[in-house]
Antibody
Framework: EVQLLESGGDLVQPGGSLRLSCAAS????????MSWVRQAPGKGLEWVSTISAGGSNTYYADSVKGRFTVSRDNSKNTLYLQMNSLRAEDTAVYYC???????????????WGQGTLVTVSS | DIVMTQSPDFLAVSLGERATINCKSSQSVFYSSHNKNYLAWYQQKSGQPPKLLIFWASIRESGVPDRFSGSGSGTDFTLTIDSLQAEDVAVYYC??????????FGGGTKVEIK
């Protein structure tokens, strides 16, 4: 059974930093691109970042580029999101999501974690 | 970025009736060399993460009831729920993955029972 378990969400002051983790199990982690998607309270879904299966390619939404860094440790089956210079508008539930296996490759998401809440407030 | 616009924002449908949700992209998400529309639909129930329903615009994900169907091509897409059930109350999102990695979602359509 595929499981994605996020952790690391917390209350942080504006300008602060936080590191989110997503522990994956039940599938061959090293084979799949992984992504972070966030959802502000009462709002819709916003793609944040994607990392390729091997970790060599990373992509970011303009809203977080230069402040967030995605990485993965394939030996630990874990995805990370380092969040720096946090702003109030970064307040959201952050989900990690696994890309669907399809040909040609497609970045739709067949498994999602339960999410971890990041609150940026003084 | 490709902008995804869903309509309506809110939909109330009687049990057993059909629900129709529309999604329009600001540019085509049809990739001609693959003959595929790079569009997915998700269902999000209250307090839960999204669940993939449809990909490639019309392919139902494994385990999704066949009352859910996706259609459309290019810039205009539809998610149809035939014979709405109580458990279908949720917010539904479309997502384009044509402009990977700049993925974008629609604003969501909330479906409730009339």
């Amino acid at each position: 059974e595929v499981q994605l378990l996020e952790s690391g969400g917390d209350l942080v002051q504006p300008g602060g930093s936080l590191r989110l983790s997503c522990a994956a199990s039940g599938f061959t982690f090293t084979t799949y691109d992984m992504s972070w998607v966030r959802q502000a309270p009462g709002k819709g879904l916003e793609w944040v970042s994607t990392i390729s299966a091997g970790g060599s390619n990373t992509y970011y939404a303009d809203s977080v580029k230069g402040r967030f860094t995605v990485s993965r440790d394939n030996s630990k089956n874990t995805l990370y999101l380092q969040m720096n210079s946090l702003r109030a508008e970064d307040t959201a539930v952050y989900y990690c999501a696994k890309s669907l296996a399809c040909r040609p490759s497609c970045h739709s998401f067949d498994y999602w974690g339960q999410g971890t809440l990041v609150t940026v407030s003084s | 970025d490709i902008v995804m616009t869903q309509s309506p924002d809110f939909l109330a449908v009687s049990l057993g009736e059909r629900a129709t949700i529309n999604c329009k992209s600001s540019q085509s998400v049809f990739y001609s060399s693959h003959n595929k529309n790079y569009l997915a639909w998700y269902q999000q129930k209250s307090g839960q993460p999204p669940k993939l329903l449809i990909f490639w615009a019309s392919i139902r994900e494994s385990g999704v009831p066949d009352r859910f169907s996706g259609s459309g091509s290019g810039t205009d897409f539809t998610l149809t729920i035939d014979s709405l059930q109580a458990e279908d109350v949720a917010v539904y999102y479309c997502q384009q993955y044509y402009s990977t990695p700049a993925l974008t979602f629609g604003g969501g359509t909330k479906v409730e029972i009339k």
